[in-house]
């Protein structure tokens, strides 16, 4: 039986918050843990223990997440060859979140996540040894880019098991660094009250109360703090609120897409101040899509054959604002 990752994540992230004022939430975490995570069982997560208990015992100084690319390791320090390699990486599929290159192993992401980054960096305020918190982080991969922007610690929570798994698989080849990913949804953490950027990409419209979630966020930022959200919007004025009656673009998990007017409303209401919209860009087809690190359907099978501009079930296509605000100080 391999060892469960479980066992020794949680251990290396009260190590790395022993000199940080986090440490007092130590046990509140760890009984969230116990409580949503711990005692929820997963089919395929004995398979997982294995499949990371079999990949090469490498760790690597090599790493680099200042550009596209989260880069860790190069094919040299490989004990084993890369279709062997690769072959391990895809028992992990689907890869959606990258893009990454794993000791010479590109894995092309069903997104371009680096793209996201791209439209959100200019406008936020410098992470240089900032504490910053990723609510909905999926595997991790915008927590590498915050730490290679300058965070000294990058904490990302996440409740899918897979992309827990994925996030484990890239650390193992890296030394003890302050990134960390745990597996809890942003309502099941406490309301630090510290973290100087708190980010929420792609995130709200999963919400079935989006103001929670803005509330929420305010509630783990300190005082002067800033929010970083991204999210589904639509055209509109300030009363605009779409609801779909059921799927959008065949998710169906989707409840509520604002326009950035509403959003700002919204964020005002939540407790926000200096809120801005700092980008609006519709989804192409270029940046999310099928590949062979994923290869259920992607956007293209969620729009109109006949109109990209819409989805399959009518609705406007997707369209994302990232909005940034302040925490009053
Ligand atoms: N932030 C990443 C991933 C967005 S996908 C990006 O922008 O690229 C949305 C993610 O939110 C999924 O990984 C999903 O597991 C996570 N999620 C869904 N509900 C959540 C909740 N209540 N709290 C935290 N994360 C949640």
Redesign the pocket.
């Known amino acids: 039986m391999a060892e469960s990752v479980f066992d020794t994540f949680y251990s290396k992230f009260v190590e790395t918050i022993q000199d940080s004022d986090l440490v007092h939430f130590e046990h509140e975490l760890a009984l969230s843990l116990e409580h949503h995570f711990f005692a929820s069982k997963h089919g395929r997560k004995d398979e997982w223990d294995q499949s990371i208990a079999a990949l090469p015992n490498v760790k690597t100084d090599n790493y680099r997440f200042d550009q596209g690319t989260v880069k860790i390791g190069d094919s040299t320090e490989l004990e084993i060859g890369l279709s062997e390699f690769e072959d391990q990486l895809k028992r992990f599929m689907p890869w959606r979140?990258g893009p990454f290159d794993l000791f010479g192993s590109q894995i092309d992401t069903e997104?371009r996540?680096d793209w996201?980054w791209d439209r959100i960096a200019p406008h936020i305020s410098s992470l240089k040894d900032r504490q910053v918190l990723?609510?909905?982080?999926?595997n991790g991969?915008?927590l590498f880019r915050m730490f290679g922007a300058g965070a000294k610690l990058a904490l990302g929570?996440?409740?899918?098991l897979l992309?827990f798994y994925q996030f484990q698989l890239l650390s193992r080849f890296l030394p003890a660094l302050p990134i960390h990913l745990l597996p809890l949804?942003?309502?099941h953490l406490p309301s630090f009250g510290q973290f100087d950027t708190v980010f929420s990409?792609?995130?709200l419209y999963?919400?079935r109360n989006p103001i929670d979630h803005l509330t929420e966020l305010l509630g783990f930022l300190a005082p002067g703090g800033e929010v970083v959200l991204?999210t589904l919007i639509v055209d509109g004025d300030r009363s605009t609120v779409l609801m779909p009656t059921d799927r959008y673009a065949k998710m169906s998990n989707v409840w509520f897409l604002p326009s950035t007017d509403a959003l700002v409303v919204w964020m005002h209401r939540a407790g926000f101040k200096n809120v801005r919209i700092a980008d609006i860009n519709q989804t192409s087809t270029q940046e999310q899509r099928t590949t062979q690190w994923m290869n259920f359907h992607s956007l293209s099978d969620f729009l109109d054959p006949s109109d990209h501009n819409k989805t399959f079930e009518g609705y406007p296509a997707p369209k994302r604002a990232v909005i940034v605000a302040d925490k009053p100080g």
């Open positions: 979140k997104w996540s996201k990723d609510i909905g982080c999926g991969y915008h929570i996440d409740p899918t992309f949804r942003g309502e990409l792609g995130v999963h919400r991204e």
